[in-house]
């Protein structure tokens, strides 16, 4: 078990830029793959984006955020990052963060994650 601490989000207008934090408080956060998931009132859990554990930090994304949302790693703060640009008002969520060892084929699956942050809003809003 890893427990993870999320920071960040808010209101913001569309066009405008968010970041969001996933951290891993006395745990190194390279041990796993961090992955961010987002649900809209009344949907599904919806994959946003993954870093992968193994080698090389691979990224991957979700085809409705792709080129708009950036996820980052800093090792040294076991830490996370969201980094949310061009964010419109269908991006408004709550946003989790999780952590796991998933294989490729299951990264975008919310039940590959064992570890979930607390969620934290975002709402999109002119």
């Known amino acids: 078990q890893v427990h993870l601490v999320q920071s960040g989000g808010g209101l913001v207008q569309p066009g405008g830029s968010l970041r969001l934090s996933c951290a891993t408080p006395?745990?190194?956060?390279?041990?796993?793959?961090i992955a961010w998931f987002r649900q809209a009132p009344g949907k599904e859990r919806e994959f946003v984006g993954a870093?992968?554990?193994?080698?090389?930090?691979?990224?991957h994304y979700a085809n409705s955020v792709e080129g708009r949302f950036t996820i980052s790693r800093d090792n040294a703060k076991n830490t996370v990052y969201l980094q949310m640009n061009d964010l419109n008002p269908e991006d408004t969520a709550l946003y989790y963060c999780?952590?796991?060892?998933?294989?490729?084929?299951?990264?975008?699956?919310?039940?590959?994650?064992?570890?979930w942050g607390q969620g934290t809003q975002v709402t999109v809003s002119s």
């Open positions: 999780a952590a796991g060892q998933p294989i490729l084929s299951q990264l975008r699956a919310e039940t590959a994650y064992g570890n």
């Open positions: 006395g745990r190194t956060i390279n041990q796993y793959t």
């Open positions: 870093v992968r554990r193994l080698g090389g930090n691979t990224y």
